[in-house]
């Protein structure tokens, strides 16, 4: 049997960033996954960044992440979005080549060392006794299996046990133990569910009636930046109208999502189409996004329009919105369930609670998004190897980071549907920018070994005069936040009167209201956990408590 300090299993995202992290740390590690083509998968849209999720590719950067780097290497359309808004909600969003970010990923992964990746299904994994395959080791486990657990993809009547569709159309294996052996270990297993678009080719497309889209010339990029890209192309936007909304209704009964085919909860951020349509009926029209899966690839990716839709009904549908009437489909959309545990089961290192040997990372966590996996992975791994190592742990927390926010509402309150990360779930977010990260973590990633003193040094100075003139520039609301950040942390046990009337306060839905209201949670620790709480409301209830004290 071949011994390491660190297994990780799965080579997606959170994959990727957990073996990184824990090799960084100096931990014999170990990347576990299916074929070579599992890393740095862009299995559904090619893009990297966006609100809430640019704010974590830096401060992996800033802990010697590998996502940044490789979406610098990979980016063939940059734009900053919100940039006439304040600097807390600008974020850089890059479309990646797919080969160019898989290959950048290879490259960066070759650099570790101590990091062995072996191409092979894990069919047997051993809790108790930390073993996987009956001949591999290790001191800690990183479970990172996104959407192969359970998998089932689902396109109108059609269902198949998988994982990811490749791009040569053939099925990834689902796992179909991992689940089973969890649940016997205790873990609650939650049913959830992901979807996405049609692909269509880039020649069969009336570009002439379509929106361009032109990327931002300069741009940022999410690390050090890389002088040898030279890619940059074009996206574009075109709508879909009444017409399509009609044939989406009239053909709702055979979509799985609503004639009970599929259980699994979706994301509510990131509906369907038939989520749109039937949602939101007062729409006469939706964007769609036409974004290339490549600098020189004969593919389109059109954002906007996952669907769980049989190919036929997807055939008359995607052939309504303008400049696709001619459209030739390379690929049909598809939703796909799976299982991930309940996060409520972890504690902030991304540890079981009960299991102490285990880590967990990315969508089995119950999160969405190739950010929100990496950023898991990263912690995770790097947690992993202090676990086993006896070094000091890595501890972000929702005052000190994104990525802190993501961990601490999963870990305490739990999901009801794939978590995804935006901006206005930090009530800290002028603190948590993107230009300050490495002002923010860099320190703290240098002193647990997961970024060498040089690179934490070059970002420093790339991105200093641009945290240094957001700090002069919102210097009294950063104080502001500081204050706030303070009181915070006192104030988890503060108690809220029984009589405390939640109506009428800012930011707080009706539905919230409610629970609120019959729940009657003592004290501000018990409010967190209440299931939609948001960090924001929460600063509202506070607000309300000391002006009332």
């Known amino acids: 049997m071949k011994n390491y300090d660190v297994i990780v299993i799965g080579g997606g995202h959170a994959g990727v960033e957990a073996s990184a992290a824990a090799a960084r740390r100096g931990a014999k590690t170990l990347l576990l996954t299916q074929s070579e083509s599992d890393l740095g998968a862009l299995s559904c849209n090619p893009s990297i960044g966006g609100p809430g999720k640019s704010q974590m590719v830096a401060e992996m950067s800033a802990l010697g992440g590998v996502m940044g780097r490789a979406a610098d290497r990979a980016g063939i359309h940059w734009r900053t979005l919100n940039a006439t808004h304040g600097a807390a909600t600008q974020a850089l969003r890059a479309q990646i080549d797919r080969d160019l970010y898989h290959t950048a990923i290879l490259d960066i992964l070759s650099e570790y060392k101590n990091l062995d990746i072996v191409y092979e299904p894990v069919t047997v994994l051993d809790i108790e006794n930390k073993t996987v395959n009956d001949k591999y080791l290790a001191g800690a486990i990183v479970l990172t299996t996104g959407t192969f657990l359970h998998g089932v993809v689902t396109r109108g009547s059609e269902k198949i046990s998988s994982g990811r569709l490749l791009d040569d159309g053939t099925y990834q294996a689902a796992d179909r ?52 890209n030279n890619y940059h192309c074009a996206c574009y936007i075109t709508h879909t109208n009444e ?54 690839s004969d593919i389109i990716y059109p954002n906007g329009i996952s669907t769980s839709f049989g190919s036929d009904v997807q055939d008359i549908w995607i052939r309504t919105i303008p400049g696709l009437e001619n459209a030739r489909i390379a690929r049909y959309g598809y939703a796909i369930e799976y299982d991930a545990i309940d996060a409520r089961a972890l504690n902030d290192k991304l540890q079981s609670k009960d299991i102490s040997h285990m880590f967990f990372a990315g969508q089995i966590n119950g999160t969405s998004g190739y950010e929100e996996a990496a950023a898991q992975g990263l912690v995770a791994g790097a947690n992993a190897a202090a676990f086993v190592l006896g070094v000091p742990t890595l501890n972000l927390d929702r005052t000190n980071s994104m990525i802190g926010v993501l961990i601490d509402d999963i870990t305490t309150l739990g999901v009801d549907e794939p978590y995804r990360m935006f901006t206005s779930r930090a009530e800290y977010r002028l603190n948590l920018r993107s230009d300050n990260a490495i002002a923010r973590l860099g320190k703290i990633g240098v002193a647990l070994g997961l970024i060498d003193s040089e690179r934490y040094e070059k970002i420093y100075e790339l991105k200093r005069p641009i945290f240094q003139e957001n700090d002069k520039f919102y210097a009294g609301y950063i104080a502001r936040n500081e204050r706030e950040i303070a009181a915070y942390k006192r104030d988890a046990d503060l108690k809220i009167p029984m009589n405390f009337d939640y109506k009428g306060l800012p930011g707080l839905t009706n539905e919230l209201i409610e629970k609120l209201t019959r729940a009657r949670p003592e004290n501000i620790a018990a409010l967190s956990r209440i299931s939609g709480m948001t960090p924001a409301g929460i600063m509202v209830v506070l607000r309300k408590i000391k002006a009332t004290n």
């Open 243 to 296: 017409t399509t909304h009609n044939v989406i209704r009239e053909n709702i009964k055979n979509a799985p999502m609503y004639n009970g085919d599929i259980q699994g909860t979706g994301p509510r951020y990131c509906p369907s189409l038939e989520d749109k349509v039937m949602r939101f009926p007062e729409h006469t029209s939706h964007h769609v996004f036409l974004e290339p899966e490549g600098y020189d």
């Open 177 to 228: 133990n991992i689940s089973d052996i969890l649940r016997a270990a205790g873990f609650g297993i939650l049913r959830l569910k992901t979807g996405t678009p049609a692909r269509i080719y880039r020649d069969s497309i009336d570009w002439s009636v379509c929106e361009v889209q032109e990327p931002d010339t300069p741009h940022d990029w999410f690390d050090l930046g890389d002088e040898n």
